[in-house]
């Protein structure tokens, strides 16, 4: 049959504008969480972190907000540069498969950041 | 600093063909490591994991194997590689537990033919 690649979610900005991505998590144990960034053809590259003992972090022209009421996490990247072009993927600790296998890191599927001149 | 090497970098194999992909980590002791396979578009997937040498776990069945032989080396084979073997495999380390922040290598982009 026919087959259909997957697209991941693309977020497209303007350079210089500030980018916000989104990533909705699925367990509400979960008490840490993790932004990734991957650049086309590399590894993905921590970027920056949060437990859930807290609401926002900061970093060098980063964000990550946390919020648990509505399982809800978000990446903001403030004045965004052409070196920001990537595939961003927030990672939360739980559980990896539900009939009890390793605990560890359960990680989107990530959105594709693209910065426009 | 800590550092992890993968090679190599890019590989083609045949179909039916061996396998050996290997992870070196630098700059820590007792690192707990990860072999994931990427698919494009798609999340990762892991594979195995390690807590020290010769303690492997495999979270999918598969055509692939793992070894640790050394602390800090990571080693993903393959007796006979399947077209649907093709992928971007990523090696990773974490300090603590596998809940812990996990650092990822520069990936093996391999193509089965």
């Known amino acids: 049959g026919e087959s259909v690649g997957l697209h991941l979610p693309t977020l497209s900005v303007q350079e210089g504008d500030n980018s916000i991505i989104n990533c909705a998590y699925s367990?509400?144990?979960?008490?840490?969480f993790i932004w990734y960034k991957q650049e086309s053809g590399k590894g993905p590259q921590f970027i920056i972190d949060?437990?859930?003992?807290?609401d926002k972090r900061q970093g060098q022209r980063v964000t990550v907000l946390l919020n648990k009421t509505v399982k809800h996490l978000s990446l903001q990247i403030a004045a965004t540069q052409p070196g920001d072009s990537a595939v961003y993927f927030c990672?939360?600790?739980?559980?990896?498969?539900?009939?009890?296998?390793?605990?560890?890191?359960?990680f989107g599927k990530g959105t594709h950041l693209i910065i426009q001149p | 600093s800590q550092t992890i090497h993968q090679w190599p970098a890019t590989l083609v194999q045949p179909v039916g063909s061996p396998l050996s992909l290997e992870c070196t980590v630098e700059?820590?002791?007792?690192?707990?490591l990860y072999w994931y396979r990427q698919a494009a578009g798609r999340g990762l997937q892991l594979l195995f994991y390690?807590?020290?040498?010769?303690?492997i776990s495999s979270e999918v069945p598969q055509n692939l194997s793992a070894s640790r032989p050394q602390d800090r080396q990571f080693i993903l084979s393959s007796k006979k590689l399947l077209l649907s073997d093709s992928g971007f495999y990523l090696c990773?380390?974490?300090?603590?537990?596998?809940?812990?922040?996990?650092?990822f290598g520069p990936g093996t982009r391999l193509t089965v033919l």
């Open positions: 700059g820590t002791s007792n690192p707990n």
């Open positions: 949060i437990r859930s003992n807290m």
């Open positions: 990672a939360e600790n739980a559980l990896m498969y539900s009939g009890g296998g390793a605990d560890g890191l359960t």
């Open positions: 990773a380390w974490s300090s603590g537990p596998s809940t812990d922040t996990q650092y």
């Open positions: 390690s807590v020290g040498i010769g303690q």
């Open positions: 367990n509400s144990a979960s008490d840490y």
